[in-house]
């Protein structure tokens, strides 16, 4: 069996995707929490779902070198978000804790 990011359709549909309406919120979401703010339900589903299918092109990504970067880039992105919102989430908690 085939895997489907083979087919140059389905490759395209995926990365025009991530193009046009995953990374415009993740960039979104980015911006919230490099300002200080923290996730909602929504946001954290949305990761969640992000992540889980970035987790499913792994293996395409390993046999193909020029997407390697792309997906380095997009997992990093991902940690980055997810320590601040943490970070965010712990300095919210210490700040409310103590009034």
């Known amino acids: 069996m085939a895997y489907p990011l ?3 359709g389905v490759l395209t549909v995926v990365l ?8 415009p919120r993740v960039m979104h979401i980015k911006e919230l929490v490099d ?3 923290t ?6 589903n949305f990761l969640s779902q ?10 395409f990504v ?3 070198d ?4 792309l997906f ?3 997992t990093s992105l991902y940690d980055q978000i997810t320590r601040n919102a943490l970070d965010n989430e712990v300095r919210i908690r210490k700040i409310s804790t103590s009034i």
């Open 35 to 37: 300002n200080g703010g």
């Open 66 to 69: 020029e997407y390697q970067n």
């Open 50 to 59: 992000v992540l889980h299918d970035t987790q499913q092109y792994a293996h």
């Open 16 to 23: 025009e995707r991530f193009e046009k309406h995953r990374l």
């Open 39 to 44: 996730l909602n339900q929504s946001d954290i």
């Open 6 to 8: 083979e087919n140059k």
């Open 62 to 64: 390993s046999t193909h």
């Open 72 to 74: 380095s880039e997009v």
